[in-house]
């Protein structure tokens, strides 16, 4: 690219017309890069590095993450219309090889089954394949196990995986934790054929979505699959700073296709990603609140309404399970009221009662305990 100055910073293989090269050999403190203000100097060995560089051509390859999918163009001189196959022929050719012999049914019918959803087929499923003798059985098939819901079950795995996605928090206690509503979330996604910008918005920031809903919420998850330690004598703030450090690291890998947890502690040495862009992807990160989120549920309303009627029955019972000194159960039983007065003089007696039984109680433990026979050291 030519500079303002009208010189061009790199012209592949020629090192005169290479700005570059006169900038980082230069000794004057206007022109040399890089400037002396940044305290940064190249080394006499980085330097050559470059010139070398500039002059076997310069070839630069872009970061294999930026560079955008293109088409490619189908091979020629396979007997298949299928692009698949004629991908593998044309490399079969090129390694002087032929193809395998076409499976027999029943295990084409096996292979497709373990692949999409995990599983082998039943008796009836592979007799039912083997009887159907039409031209498109095969593609039938594979558009059952893709509508299947086993297939979203198996699939979802991968994509899991990468989101470090577990039933437990992980570290030594290991105890379970209550995110599977992420896991189901991710496979009802791929079983209805989710577009990919909408599954990465969604879990990204679903959350801020306009008029977001329970199910955009719960695709945050994503981001809390970050273990949990619950040892004793963690520093919070320590704890905190780790869960940032996992995600950034994961966010980069799978949304980026970096290694970003390496900027971490400098510069990436490859990947095009600074020390100070990984803390700002980090700021970015933790300027969020990780309250516990109830999901709605008509259900389990209903269930937490009876729930608690229910146990106000039986804290108003509470005080007719306890005998009154001096009176027949069966007579204080009968003899319950409603009147705010008299409720109240039960619950006292029934108070008072208890404290007495408690004191024999204790009488009687103190009296053992007296009676043990301690054993006194001889020497």
């Given at each position: 690219?030519?500079?303002?100055?009208?010189?061009?910073?790199?012209?592949?293989?020629?090192?005169?017309?290479?700005?570059?090269?006169?900038?980082?050999?230069?000794?004057?403190?206007?022109?040399?890069?890089?400037?002396?203000?940044?305290?940064?100097?190249?080394?006499?060995?980085?330097?050559?590095?470059?010139?070398?560089?500039?002059?076997a051509g310069a070839e630069y390859r872009p970061h294999w993450a930026f560079i955008k999918p293109v088409l490619p163009k189908l091979p020629k001189g396979s007997a298949s219309d299928h692009p698949i196959d004629r991908f593998v022929d044309a490399r079969l050719m090129e390694e002087g090889l032929a193809r395998s012999n076409e499976a027999d049914k029943a295990t084409l019918c096996r292979r497709v089954f373990l692949d999409l959803i995990g599983l082998p087929p039943s008796t009836e499923e592979l007799n039912a394949f083997l009887a159907d003798q039409s031209p498109d059985a095969y593609d039938r098939l594979v558009e059952q196990l893709l509508a299947s819901p086993r297939y979203g079950e198996r699939w979802a795995r991968r994509w899991l995986d990468l989101a470090r996605y577990a039933d437990t928090n992980g570290y030594e206690k290991d105890r379970p934790r209550t995110i599977w509503p992420y896991r189901d979330w991710v496979i009802r996604a791929l079983n209805a054929d989710m577009p990919f910008d909408q599954f990465t918005i969604k879990q990204i920031a679903g959350d801020m979505l306009p008029a977001a809903t329970p199910d955009d919420i719960v695709a945050t998850g994503f981001h809390r699959n970050t273990m949990l330690n619950e040892e004793g004598g963690i520093d919070p703030l320590e704890f905190r700073y780790l869960a940032m450090v996992d995600r950034v690291g994961t966010t980069g890998t799978t949304w980026l296709g970096l290694t970003t947890a390496c900027a971490q502690c400098h510069t990436h040495k490859f990947d095009p990603i600074m020390h100070t862009d990984y803390f700002s992807l980090m700021a970015l990160l933790n300027n969020a609140d990780e309250p516990e989120w109830i999901i709605p549920s008509a259900e389990r309303d209903r269930r937490l309404t009876e729930a608690e009627a229910r146990a106000e029955q039986l804290w108003d019972r509470l005080p007719q399970q306890w005998p009154i000194p001096g009176r027949p159960r069966g007579e204080q039983l009968a003899s319950g009221s409603s009147e705010p007065g008299q409720v109240a003089a039960n619950e006292g007696r029934q108070l008072v009662g208890l404290a007495e039984r408690f004191d024999a109680w204790l009488r009687e433990q103190t009296a053992h305990a007296i009676a043990w026979q301690v054993v006194v050291p001889e020497a």
């Open positions: 690219a030519e500079l303002d100055s009208g010189m061009t910073a790199i012209v592949p293989g020629d090192l005169t017309a290479s700005e570059l090269v006169a900038r980082i050999t230069s000794d004057d403190p206007d022109l040399v890069m890089p400037p002396p203000h940044t305290k940064v100097s190249l080394t006499a060995a980085e330097r050559q590095v470059l010139i070398d560089w500039i002059a």
